[in-house]
């Protein structure tokens, strides 16, 4: 297979490094990162493949039209990897037109800009073109008082700010390639976890906060249930998705890994007092800083992706369980203070958002 010149937007978020820092290790692909760098964009978390011949970065805004263009001509990729966006459902609920602009906005320009490259390209180039659109089971909604599971056709029930502005963003994709012929594929993923995660989402806020003897806040009892997807197989599978996947295919990506938010923190507990032994002053077990806070509003009660479409097509399945999975995340955060204390420099003070709507 001819090596090939990948644009990732939102490169330097959390799911973007980890694809990114995927492509440069594992595989002879370039790439091409576009990032605003707002909160959620880290360049540290790029940090272990900067220096290669291979990778590029641009601070471009995605709806910024020129600027897209000119990264368009400049490069001169081979295949789009959409991921930026803003992602968190608390900020959406407390401020939504940053989504609006970004998820909706910023996509249709990254459309445009993707297929008026696009249509200049020889009839081989323009064959191989791949825009791979990187979406969220939140989409879908909620499956609570049922045993199903997310699949491609799972009608769209979106209930926050954020999941609404990505499911737009998804149809906007779709539209694009029946209206324009526009070569695009969708993924809709589930929770995902592991390094370099903002500290703002559960898993890393309960471990931080857990280190500094802060509560940890769980929102309800705990009874929401989400799929756990460990954020390494999400980029081995996104990779696989936009070299093997069927133009205008939908696939689900999911980790298997159904647990209670009560249960994922019970977890992360167990496993600090197993790895961080020595615990700040005043605590005695990690599970004590638990605190029960009121529900943020519009809060889905359960995700389940079914993923035997990306089995079955695509020979994929997630590599780590959750047990391994959450055990190489705690030590990840317990080796590398450096990265998560250069986040917390005040941008971010640890609280649970969305909670005054």
């Given at each position: ?39 959620a964009g880290n360049l540290a ?123 737009s963003s998804d149809h906007l ?185």
């Amino acid at each position: 297979m001819a090596l090939k010149r990948i644009l990732v937007t939102g490169g330097a978020g959390f799911i973007g490094s980890a694809l990114v820092r995927y492509l440069v290790t594992e595989t002879q692909d370039s790439v091409v990162v576009v990032d605003k760098l707002t909160y959620a964009g880290n360049l540290a978390s790029l940090a272990p493949v900067a220096a290669s011949d291979r990778f590029a970065f641009e601070q471009v805004d995605i709806c910024d039209r020129p600027a897209l263009d000119q990264v368009f001509a400049t490069y001169q990729p081979d295949m789009v990897m959409h991921l930026a966006a803003e992602s968190h459902v608390d900020r959406s609920i407390d401020g939504p037109a940053a989504f609006i602009e970004t998820n909706i906005v910023g996509t249709y320009q990254m459309l445009e800009a993707a297929r008026h490259y696009w249509n200049a390209l020889d009839d081989e180039k323009k064959a191989a073109f791949r825009f791979h659109h990187i979406s969220t089971d939140e989409v879908f909604g909620d499956l609570h008082g049922t045993d199903d599971l997310f699949t491609e056709t799972t009608p769209y029930a979106p209930s926050s700010p954020y999941s609404a502005s990505k499911a737009s963003s998804d149809h906007l994709v779709r539209a694009w390639m029946r209206t324009y012929g526009l070569p695009t594929i969708i993924t809709n993923s589930s929770n995902n976890y592991g390094p370099y995660h903002f500290p703002e989402k559960l898993i890393p806020l309960m471990i931080l906060n857990a280190l500094s003897a802060k509560p940890l806040p769980v929102y309800g009892n705990g009874a929401q249930i989400r799929d756990w997807l460990f954020v390494e197989d999400h980029a081995r599978a996104l990779y696989r998705v936009v070299t093997a996947g069927e133009v205008g295919e939908t696939y689900n990506i999911g980790g298997h890994n159904e647990r209670k938010n009560l249960d994922v923190v019970h977890t992360l507990c167990d496993l600090l007092e197993e790895l961080a032994p020595q615990k700040p002053a005043g605590v005695t077990h990690y599970r004590d800083l638990i605190t029960y806070v009121t529900d943020r509003p519009g809060h889905d009660m359960r995700y389940a992706i079914d993923a035997s479409k990306m089995a079955q097509e695509l020979d994929w399945k997630p590599q780590e369980t959750f047990e391994t999975g959450m055990r190489k995340t705690v030590l990840w955060y317990l080796n590398n203070e450096a990265w998560w204390r250069s986040v917390q420099d005040g941008s971010y003070t640890g609280e649970r958002l969305g909670l005054d709507a």
